[in-house]
């Protein structure tokens, strides 16, 4: 069963400090990670893809990195505003290509305090 | 990126009344959907997903007499939860998938049932 584990559940950092959440997951076959940011009474938002082990992608403050076993979404000095619940997802590859569902984590609440 | 509306945004209802929401892939054509439920604290549980013009595949556990699923066309799928109880208040999300593996969600539909 494919499984996705987020942790810390919740992380509280000062403006300014820098820090990184963690995906661990187990996949039958990794067709892709992905990291969504969610605000509070609102839907998801897409941040990054990953496909294979080893890749990286960066936005703003924001680094996503990659290994066979785990994901971690760096953040480089935060400020308020990256306040949010940060999800993880993976999707196995199945038969029905890009249709095989979603498996999300709980998410890390993340506060960032001025 | 890809943007997907849902409506209404909010619905209070009586037990044992009908409800519809509406999803909407507005800049792009979305061949797939999926209709979640997240619970407060909880991570997104996918219900379904709809394919434009053919009957949604349901997740198990999941009622399909009881949460009907409309994918009429490639920008609009529609969830009606019929006979609404109680317990079936929670916040419901809807994405869409553009050509690639990504999906993009909806703001989320946060139904009450009185």
């Known amino acids: 069963e494919d499984q996705v584990t987020q942790s810390p559940e919740a992380l509280r950092l000062q403006e300014g400090e820098s820090s990184s959440l963690n995906c661990s997951y187990t996949?039958?076959?990794?067709?892709?990670l992905f990291w969504y940011r969610q605000d509070p009474g609102k839907g998801p938002e897409f941040l990054f893809t990953?496909?294979?082990a080893g890749e990286e992608k960066e936005k703003e403050r924001l680094k996503a990195t990659l290994t066979k076993k785990e994901s971690f979404l760096h953040i480089t000095a935060p400020k308020p505003e990256d306040s949010a619940t940060y999800l993880c997802?993976?999707?196995?590859?199945?038969?029905?290509?890009?249709?095989?569902?979603?498996?999300f984590g709980k998410g890390t609440r993340l506060s960032v305090i001025a | 990126g890809a943007v997907v509306s849902q409506h209404p945004s909010r619905v209070i209802c009586k037990s044992g009344t009908s409800v519809k929401i509406e999803c909407r892939s507005l800049d792009f054509q979305a061949t797939t959907m999926f209709w979640y439920r997240q619970f407060p604290k909880q991570s997104l549980m996918l219900m379904a997903t709809s394919n434009e013009g053919s009957k949604a595949t349901y997740e198990q556990g999941v009622e399909k007499d009881k949460f009907l699923i409309n994918h009429a066309s490639l920008t609009l799928s529609t969830l009606t939860v019929t006979s609404a109880h109680p317990e079936d208040s929670s916040f419901y999300i809807c994405s869409g998938k553009t050509g690639g593996y990504e999906q993009y969600f909806g703001p989320g539909t946060r139904l009450t049932v009185t």
């Open positions: 996949v039958s076959g990794l067709r892709g």
């Open positions: 990953l496909y294979s």
């Open positions: 997802a993976v999707q196995a590859v199945g038969r029905n290509s890009g249709n095989t569902p979603l498996v």
